[in-house]
């Protein structure tokens, strides 16, 4: 009985659950022998004949999946077993030929390589749904007015959309690593026992590059058996990614506080429901974005410890990854789907977003003062001034214009000029961000370090 993994199964992407079964892991080393064989024969190692017999027989109807597990834990691997079952599915000749000069981790780490770059494809799938989404609210709220918050405080006025602007960059710049991560995963892994290839004989090297053809990977010419910062980048683009994710998350579980009341969830009979506290309605997709997120940054951990693999070949740093891609893979797949469909359904509040904004009698606009009055008292001196009125007004609970008009000279009101100033007026280039990363996402604009780093 396998163990049932909660958090997944409720909020995970069925997609890259299918990815990561165990059937399209053992089609994947199927396809990793096939292909062998095929590249054997171009180079001259077999015969044609025996190729495309190895290829036929290279189905999963050839296989006893219960028998393969239950015999790769007698081995250690499945490798070994699930050659014998191919190998027996052919006459005398070919069932000799099957699996020829490869080494267990040549087709498990080419089958993985497959697997990866199909879910890193699939993560940019799901990555650009949200970011799209996304790119709609930026748009749409471009000019409402909230409060930027710094150490979880009011501090000047911008737009929702700017809020969300910074996030969609963000977005952008994953989208280009997982597309470079997918780039570097995708790499065949033959070179035999000892990383040598001495068992292929003078034709290795061309067997590698036909195998890599054929699987739609790149030919390394050095073998990475030990060298899993590859396997390590993947895992940690997924945590990325879905710390993104969770980034968002945070922000709406934050603005949805009932003090707060900006944004919310979508509705829905009993969403987010408590068993016993009959008002309540729980952002519980963000609370799942966040748990998937949280889990895959501990996880990604365990990659590093992967990497520590000695010699030639792992002695047990090998197995982490076993458990670790997948489940990596599959949170960081069940983050960016779970995030997109909070952002297609979030309500937004604009009459809350502006009326928190006075939630201080307008001391959120203290710097806007500051700096009117700077050109003419300098920044220190306006500074001191406006703070002295701002401990004032909250000492009072009074409003800051209030106090203002009292410790400011007459001079110092003129230069004011009228008052109060609105939040809206003090919003920088808040539209102009939005409309940037906008551009950005879809790729109107690119920056001047992506196109060095491209060598454009």
Request: proline share 4%; charged share 20%; hydrophobic share 50%.
């Amino acid at each position: 009985m396998q163990t049932f993994k909660l958090l997944p199964e409720l909020f995970g992407d069925a997609g890259m659950a299918t990815i990561f079964s165990a059937e399209r892991t053992v089609l994947a080393w199927l396809r990793v022998e096939a292909a062998l064989a095929q590249a054997q024969a171009d180079a001259g190692v077999i015969t044609a004949a025996d190729a495309d017999a190895i290829t036929g027989a290279c189905v999963l109807d050839n296989v006893d999946v219960e028998r393969l597990w239950r015999e790769a834990v007698n081995v250690g691997y499945p490798i070994l077993p699930l050659v014998r079952m191919i190998a027996a599915a052919l006459p005398e000749g070919p069932n000799g030929r099957v699996h020829y000069g490869a080494t267990t981790q040549d087709i498990m780490d080419s089958g993985v390589a497959l697997q990866m770059g199909e879910a890193l494809d699939r993560l940019a799938a799901l990555l650009g749904a949200f970011g799209d989404t996304l790119a709609r609210l930026v748009e749409e709220h471009a000019a409402t007015v909230i409060a930027a918050r710094t150490h979880a405080q009011q501090a000047v006025p911008t737009t929702f959309g700017a809020k969300l602007a910074v996030l969609l960059a963000e977005l952008t710049r994953q989208r280009d690593r997982v597309r470079a991560a997918a780039r570097r995963v995708r790499v065949v892994s033959l070179f035999g026992a000892g990383g040598t290839s001495a068992a292929m004989g003078e034709q290795a090297a061309q067997v590698r590059k036909g195998m890599a053809v054929r699987l739609g990977l790149a030919a390394a010419a050095v073998p990475w058996h030990v060298a899993r910062d590859g396997i390590a980048e993947f895992g940690v683009t997924c945590a990325s990614v879905a710390a993104t994710a969770a980034r968002f998350a945070r922000e709406v579980v934050d603005l949805s506080r009932t003090e707060v009341g900006e944004v919310r969830e979508a509705g829905g009979h009993h969403r987010g429901a408590s068993s016993t506290m009959p008002q309540k309605a729980n952002p519980i997709g963000c609370e799942a974005v966040i748990g998937m997120s949280g889990t895959a940054g501990a996880l990604s951990s365990a990659l590093f410890r992967a990497m520590e693999a000695g010699h030639e070949r792992a002695a047990g740093e090998w197995q982490i990854e076993w458990y670790a891609v997948p489940l990596l893979a599959e949170l960081a797949a069940g983050a960016l789907a779970t995030a997109a469909e909070v952002a297609e359904g979030l309500r937004v509040f604009p009459d809350a977003m502006r009326a928190n904004l006075d939630a201080e009698g307008g001391l959120i606009m203290a710097e806007a003062y500051m700096m009117r009055l700077a050109p003419a008292l300098g920044r220190e001196r306006a500074h001191d001034l406006v703070y002295q009125a701002a401990q004032e007004a909250r000492a009072r609970r009074g409003a800051l214009v209030d106090t203002l008009r009292e410790v400011a000279g007459p001079d110092d009101l003129a230069t004011l000029g009228a008052l109060p100033l609105p939040p809206e007026s003090y919003v920088g280039d808040a539209e102009a961000v939005c409309v940037a990363a906008l551009a950005g996402w879809r790729g109107e604009a690119t920056m001047d370090h992506d196109n060095e780093e491209s060598g454009e």
